[in-house]
């Protein structure tokens, strides 16, 4: 990747936030919200495709704290998580001099844009996203607006960039959908604006499901019921989460989600962890109890896990090195969504400052 001046920079004396990716590359960006520890369907849902990714496109990574506080956060932990959150994303292998690696309230085009596009889109595209009902059904002492309008902010993280592909997993693939709707009207008023992004959701690992309970998804926020497996958990840990994952009455080990989800769950985990086929893994396990399956599958994860854990406590160790990363991050990236958003001001009528 090639970095650059932005246009019109002063040619002398310039600091890093006049500094902007110049070569052709598609663009990227996603994020996960700092809302609790990273899990294991976060890494392989999503951060193993960005470190994949990040040497073909240029990346923006961002820790989405303005969408976190959507749902009650302890303003301590919140902050603790966020720079966990940082250490683990570089851990996992992204490199901070390629990628743009940045906290989200840090760039406040995004909550600038975020309003604008809440002009364009409609109460009724927002009712139909089933992280709202979702959401709202767990929180239910809590359903703020922030909670319904949370779309819009993800839509304006992604336009803002201008970006072409958003590596999620499945259950944000209708919030990618959306946010090209948005995308979309606002171009048919005002010219090509925005760039119309697409999904990049992996073919294994698109949805990991919770270990006690295989019909649903693996979650940060339901880390207390044993279901989860978390980016910093001890190898023990880990053992024990897998020996307890439920599964089923029968002996086969075969993928077969409607009949035996959480042996599927299992087959897929070790499949992506390990590098295998689904197919190449009921092989290697046919004819095996469900003990030594799970047994492996623990193993498996606890060697994926085991460098990034020992990395990210390393880098923890080193806070003024993380504060380096995010404070540059915040200014290349403000740099870029600057540039939209002026382009974004001056097409809806307001006057340029
Ligand atoms: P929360 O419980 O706070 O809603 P979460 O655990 O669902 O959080 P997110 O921050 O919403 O995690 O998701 C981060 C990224 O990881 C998103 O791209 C999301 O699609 C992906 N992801 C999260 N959980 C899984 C999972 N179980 N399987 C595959 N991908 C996942
Ligand atoms: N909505 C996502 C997190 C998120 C995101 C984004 C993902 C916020 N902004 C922009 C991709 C692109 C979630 O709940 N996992």
């Given at each position: ?129 089933t992280q709202f009902k979702d959401k709202s059904q767990k929180n239910a002492d809590n359903i703020n607006a922030g909670l319904f309008t949370y779309p819009v902010l993800m839509a304006a993280d992604i336009l803002i960039y201008q970006a072409d592909l958003v590596p999620v997993g499945d259950d944000q693939k209708q919030h990618v959908e959306l946010t090209r709707d948005i995308a ?170």
């Open positions: 990747m090639v970095w650059g001046l932005r246009p019109h920079a002063p040619a002398s004396n310039h600091n890093i936030k006049d500094l902007i990716f110049m070569d052709d590359r598609k663009i990227i960006l996603s994020g996960i919200k700092p809302s609790g520890a990273l899990t294991l369907g976060s890494y392989l849902g999503a951060i193993k495709n960005w470190v994949e990714l990040s040497d073909t496109y240029n990346c923006y990574y961002m820790m989405a704290d303005l969408h976190a506080i959507t749902v009650r956060q302890d303003p301590a932990t919140l902050r603790r998580t966020t720079l966990e959150q940082i250490a683990q994303y570089i851990a996992c292998g992204l490199d901070p001099e390629k990628n743009v690696i940045f906290i989200q309230s840090h760039v406040p085009a995004h909550a600038e844009l975020a309003w604008v596009l809440n002009c364009y889109t409609m109460f009724g595209e927002l009712s139909r996203m979309n009207r606002f171009n048919g008023v005002y010219g090509d604006v925005f760039k119309l992004p697409e999904p990049f959701i992996p073919k294994v690992g698109a949805r990991i499901m919770s270990l006690q309970d295989p019909t649903s998804k693996m979650s940060k926020s339901e880390i207390d019921n044993g279901g989860c497996v978390c980016l910093m958990d001890k190898p023990e840990d880990i053992m024990r989460a897998f020996k307890r994952a439920v599964t089923d009455s029968e002996t086969e080990i075969r993928y077969d989600v409607k009949a035996k989800p959480g042996i599927s769950n299992l087959l897929q985990i070790y499949a992506v962890a390990t590098g295998k086929s689904i197919p190449q893994a009921e092989q290697e396990f046919a004819g095996q109890g469900y003990g030594t399956f799970k047994q492996a599958v623990g193993e498996a994860v606890v060697e994926l896990l085991r460098p990034v854990r020992e990395e990210a406590q390393r880098l923890l160790a080193d806070k003024a090195y993380l504060e380096k990363v995010y404070t540059e991050g915040a200014q290349k990236a403000a740099a870029a969504a600057n540039r939209t958003l002026r382009k974004v001001y001056k097409k809806v009528g307001f006057i340029q400052k």
